[in-house]
């Protein structure tokens, strides 16, 4: 099983439409929460962290938790043709009492006009 | 601040040839990332500093591969012979932890490697 997962899309949305990404993560005793967005050629951004069950809203971005569930998701509200990349999804993980994050393969998504 | 930067941008070499690859991390972050990115295999993190001392090193795929970090402010990751399999884009991203709350990464441009 892989320490983090995401469906690796694609992921086709109307504009103006609701985005949805999902990711499982393995390592109960993780932490800290991550989402990265990385445009085609480009090197990955942070967009969103989450600590704590729950929803926390940054703009159109809403990030979720539900650590019972070893899910996090996020939620790109009225998504723009700009919003078309591809959506990390990053996950603390302690090994051998290093501490490090493991990343997803990534959901692509396609926003269409 | 300059974000972490990377040189080169992209390399081409022939198989068997060295390969060196540099990064300088964002100033007052003690924490510094390798780490490699290809299509099959995703973001795979290759090893990482804590205050210039290698602090996990589990990645590192096997011994052509080596990381230095003479200071605070630079860091050498350095392939020895390089082969076609090593071709992927290559990030440096530092950061004020390791990944506990609340920090993420920041990454560099990246290095597009291409061993032929």
């Known amino acids: 099983q892989k320490e983090v997962e995401q469906n690796s899309g694609p992921l086709s949305v109307p504009e103006g439409a609701i985005a949805s990404l999902n990711c499982t993560y393995s390592d109960r005793g993780s932490q800290s929460f991550f989402w990265y967005r990385q445009y085609s050629g480009k090197s990955p951004e942070l967009i969103m962290s989450i600590y704590s069950n729950g929803d926390k809203e940054d703009g159109r971005f809403t990030a979720q938790l539900n650590k019972a569930s070893q899910y996090v998701s996020l939620l790109i509200r009225d998504s723009q043709p700009s919003d078309s990349a591809t959506y990390l999804c990053?996950?603390?993980?302690?090994?051998?009492?290093?501490?490090?994050?493991?990343f997803g393969q990534g959901t692509r998504l396609t926003i269409n006009p | 601040d300059a974000g972490v930067i990377q040189s080169p941008r992209h390399e081409v070499t022939e198989m068997g040839q060295e390969v060196t690859l540099r990064c300088k991390p964002i100033s007052g972050h003690d924490y510094l990332f390798w780490y490699r990115q290809t299509m099959m295999r995703g973001l795979e993190l290759l090893i990482y500093?804590?205050?210039?001392?290698?602090?996990?090193d589990s990645g590192m795929p096997e011994d052509r591969f080596s990381a230095k970090m003479p200071n605070a402010s630079f860091s050498t990751l350095k392939i020895q012979p390089s082969e076609p399999r090593d071709s992927a884009v290559y990030f440096c991203?530092?950061?004020?932890?390791?990944?506990?709350?609340?920090?993420?990464?920041?990454f560099g441009s990246g290095t597009r490697l291409t061993v032929v």
């Open positions: 991203a530092s950061s004020l932890g390791p990944g506990g709350p609340p920090y993420g990464y920041t």
């Open positions: 990053a996950v603390n993980s302690r090994s051998q009492g290093a501490q490090k994050l493991v």
């Open positions: 500093f804590n205050n210039n001392v290698p602090i996990d």
